[in-house]
């Protein structure tokens, strides 16, 4: 009778530990399941946000010649229409273009659902590889300078701009947290297909001084926080 009750015992403490481990694996996965749930919502919400930048200036892409791309940044490729030939001063024609870019651009930015999510926007300055020596006798520096300049020459009309002084005070902090100038010299050149030529991947591709030559607009978004958040709460789980 004793050792009918000991096998007894065993059998109720391998049950037990079956429901345990049950509840921890069902556990386990709703875990899983929510973070994923997290980031596929996140990863979808940029991909609207992504649409909504194309349906909203999809009359403007081509009298502007600017393009989309899915990395959410606006490139402005007439170098003409933006700034003389070493020069940082907007052209008339670029302030027409800015002015009617820059109301759309801001409204959709500041009514996006991802908007908790914009971590910069940058202002890109980018230029060819001819040198600026007014600016520094060293071709790369001179550029630099050159094209930091022309990214703040944009700025500098943005907040100038009507459109942004409507904005109510929180949302002109808003825009100022976001926005930042930067230039880049010739350092991201693009080909004649207007594709970013990577010197490692591709050492022989030529620049195309007319399509190098350019200013961006990029959304930076939380991509690597929710991307780390999501592994650090699944690593914790295990």
């Given at each position: ?14 049950t ?84 009617e870019?820059?109301p ?11 908007r ?71 350092g ?40 780390e ?6 690593l914790?789980?295990?």
């Amino acid at each position: 009778m004793a050792k009918h009750n000991v096998w007894m015992s065993v059998s109720d403490l391998m049950t037990g530990l079956m429901v345990i481990f049950l509840f921890i694996a069902v556990a386990y996965m709703s875990k899983v399941d929510e973070n994923q749930t997290v980031l596929k919502d996140f990863v979808e919400t940029k991909h609207k946000l992504h649409d909504k930048l194309v349906n909203e200036f999809k009359g403007d892409t081509a009298k502007w010649k600017m393009s989309i791309d899915g990395d959410l940044s606006m490139k402005f490729n007439n170098p003409s229409v933006l700034f003389a030939q070493g020069s940082y001063q907007l052209t008339d024609e670029f302030k027409i273009i800015l002015d009617e870019f820059l109301p759309k651009y801001f409204n959709i930015l500041l009514n996006d659902s991802l908007r908790s999510h914009i971590q910069e926007i940058r202002i890109e300055g980018h230029t060819d590889d001819l040198a600026a020596f007014s600016f520094d006798p060293d071709p790369y520096i001179s550029n630099i300078i050159l094209s930091q300049q022309r990214s703040l020459s944009v700025m500098r009309y943005f907040l100038a701009s009507d459109c942004y002084k409507n904005y109510n005070p929180q949302q002109q902090a808003l825009l100022r947290y976001w926005f930042t100038v930067n230039g880049l010299s010739y350092g991201k050149p693009l080909d004649s297909d207007g594709n970013l030529i990577n010197p490692i991947e591709n050492p022989k591709a030529e620049m195309d001084k007319d399509k190098s030559r350019r200013v961006e607009f990029r959304i930076v978004t939380t991509d690597k926080d929710v991307l780390e958040n999501f592994v650090n709460k699944n690593l914790s789980t295990e």
